[in-house]
């Protein structure tokens, strides 16, 4: 099994950054297929950006431009790095590897 935790969500302002972090353990061996999503409230999660098998990285076209993926393989971590936040990125932000998810890292942003 793989055990998932996400941190670093919290609130902030239009216009702000944030950075999320995931950190992976157990059956996994490479951070290639983790991937973030979150979910805004009475809204379905929905996939924001993640990283492929073969090591690519992909964003979702109302985070592109503005997230970025950041990776440090030693700690089996991926990164989520968010600026110019606007308040339609407010949620609940999740990381996932195959199935499974971590607990989910609340992001608020204020207009």
């Known amino acids: 099994q793989v055990q998932l935790v996400e941190s670093g969500g919290g609130l902030v302002q239009a216009g702000g950054s944030l950075r999320l972090s995931c950190a992976a353990s157990?059956?996994?061996?490479?951070?290639?297929?983790i991937g973030w999503y979150r979910q805004a409230p009475g809204k379905q999660r929905e996939w924001v950006a993640g990283?492929?098998?073969?090591?690519?990285?992909g964003y979702a076209a109302s985070v592109k431009g503005r997230f970025t993926i950041l990776t440090n393989n030693a700690k089996k971590s991926v990164y989520l790095q968010m600026n110019s936040l606007n308040p339609e990125d407010t949620g609940v932000y999740y990381c996932?590897?195959?199935?499974?998810w971590g607990q989910g890292t609340q992001v608020t942003v204020s207009s």
């Open positions: 990283i492929t098998s073969g090591g690519s990285t």
């Open positions: 996932n590897y195959r199935n499974g």
């Open positions: 157990g059956s996994i061996f490479s951070i290639n297929g």
